[in-house]
Nanobody
Framework: QVQLVESGGGLVQAGGSLRLSCAASGPIVSPYNTGWFRQAPGKEREFVAVVNWTGGRTYYADSVKGRFTISRDNAKKMLYLQMNSLKPEDTAVYYC???????????????WGQGTQVTVSS
C-alpha cells in the first residue's frame, strides 16, 4: 500500500497562496489516482480535488474551482495542490489520498496521509 506524507501547510493571509506537497512511498503495484481532502474544525472531511494517474484528468469541488490546481509528478512520486486566492473558510487540515477510483468520496481512496494544517487569517 502507498504511504503518503503531506507538507507545505502554514499560516497565510487571505488572498495569499500556498503550495501543498504530498510524497508517496512504498511499492507501486498498479496505477493509482490521487486526491486532496480537507477537514475544518467541527466539520466533516470534504473532497477538494482529484487527479488521475496520468495527470490528464482532474475534478474539483465547486468551492475551490478556479483557485486551486492539483497536479502530480509520477517520476518523483509527488502530488501537489497549488492554492491561490485563499479565504478564511479554506482553513482546515488538508489530507492527500491515493486509490484506484477516480472519485470524490473517501471510500474511493485506500491510502491517506496524516494531514497538514492550513490556516488563513482575515
Amino acid at each position: 500500500q502507498v504511504q503518503l506524507v503531506e507538507s507545505g501547510g502554514g499560516l497565510v493571509q487571505a488572498g495569499g497562496s500556498l503550495r501543498l506537497s504530498c510524497a508517496a512511498s512504498g511499492p507501486i503495484v498498479s496505477p493509482y489516482n490521487t486526491g486532496w481532502f480537507r477537514q475544518a474544525p467541527g466539520k466533516e472531511r470534504e473532497f477538494v480535488a482529484v487527479v488521475n494517474w496520468t495527470g490528464g484528468r482532474t475534478y474539483y469541488a465547486d468551492s475551490v474551482k478556479g483557485r486551486f490546481t492539483i497536479s502530480r509528478d509520477n517520476a518523483k512520486k509527488m502530488l501537489y495542490l497549488q492554492m491561490n486566492s485563499l479565504k478564511p473558510e479554506d482553513t482546515a487540515v488538508y489530507y492527500c489520498a491515493a486509490g484506484q477510483r477516480f472519485g470524490r468520496y473517501e471510500a474511493d481512496f485506500a491510502s491517506w496521509g496524516q494531514g497538514t494544517q492550513v490556516t488563513v487569517s482575515s
